[in-house]
């Protein structure tokens, strides 16, 4: 069946959304008018996913929706900011209701669970791509970023890592799980989290923050280089699932922890003086953030450290999580 772009949008994305107060013009005019409350600063962030490269055939259409949307909230967490609206381009290959349902299924949900509302949007025909725009809230002044880490501070992470990795590495066969823990790993994969009531809860308590999208060591990278600082990691700290402990060797386990992405965790560090403040934030936190080691003063140099001995990641195995994983931070530089 043909149909339009107005038909597109008023059939999947015009109904059944949060409504939030603060939306003057929504979805159905050239733009969105939208109302910021005083002495607050506005956050955008942006994440784009096509198939073939963040995801492939066999992705549930659900968790296309789900994950286009959590990928920018996870960013908003990173940047201590409340979600408030998003907008969604949307470039489909062809006219797929069956599709469409399961992909407006995931985004509405989320959506709902965040009190985000979609207030614009663009359709367009090719190859299957997506597009959204989050803008989220923050107290003037007070967005969390990647430049305050300094010697000292404690380095902490929001859940455990490598599980995503791991997840689509069994997916392309590289290793065998059992359908329990497949299952448990593809909803991390496919349905991530992004901590968005932590990252709310870091404000003026973390010295920085970062989400973690492309691997723990990467996105630190991140971190050590706009704050001029290096890192001690203890690996043997690192906050790992029951599946990822049972279904690799403790090196493996070691490595997906440290180089695989797309768990949407925060990493973030807290000052010693702020140590006594953030135990009581998180004290009563579903999830409690771990930590895993400490800022030092060897600009961008990570040590990694195994029961207090130096450790080194070794090269010989063989990760297949990239195929489908977004590019590297190196091939893809966050504008
Ligand atoms: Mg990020």
Sequence with gaps: MAIGEFDLIATYFTHRYPQRDDVDIGVGDDGAVLKIPPNSELVVVTDTMVEGVHFDQQTPARAIGHKIVAVNLSDLAAMGAEPAWISLALTLPTVDHDWL?????????????????????????????????????????????????????WIYVSGTLGDA????????????????????????????????????????????????????LADLGHILSASQVGARIDVDELPLSLALTESLSETDAYKYALTSGDDYELLFTVPEAQRGLFDTVIAHAAHKPVCIGRVTNEVEVVQLLYAGEPWSMPTDVALGFDHFKKPTSETEPEL
């Design 101 to 153: 349902t399961g992909f407006t299924h995931g985004l509405r949900e989320i959506c709902d669970y965040y009190q985000c509302q979609l207030v614009g949007g663009d359709t367009t025909r090719g190859p299957l791509t997506i597009t959204v725009t989050a803008h989220g809230l923050v107290p003037t002044g007070k967005a969390l970023r990647r430049n305050g880490a300094k010697p000292g501070d």
């Design 165 to 216: 990795g791991l997840a689509l590495a069994a997916s392309q066969q590289q290793h065998k799980l059992s359908p329990d823990y497949q299952r448990r790993l593809n909803e991390r994969l496919f349905f991530p989290s992004p901590r968005v009531a932590l990252g709310q809860s870091l404000r003026g308590i973390a010295s920085s923050a970062i989400d973690v999208s492309d691997g723990l």
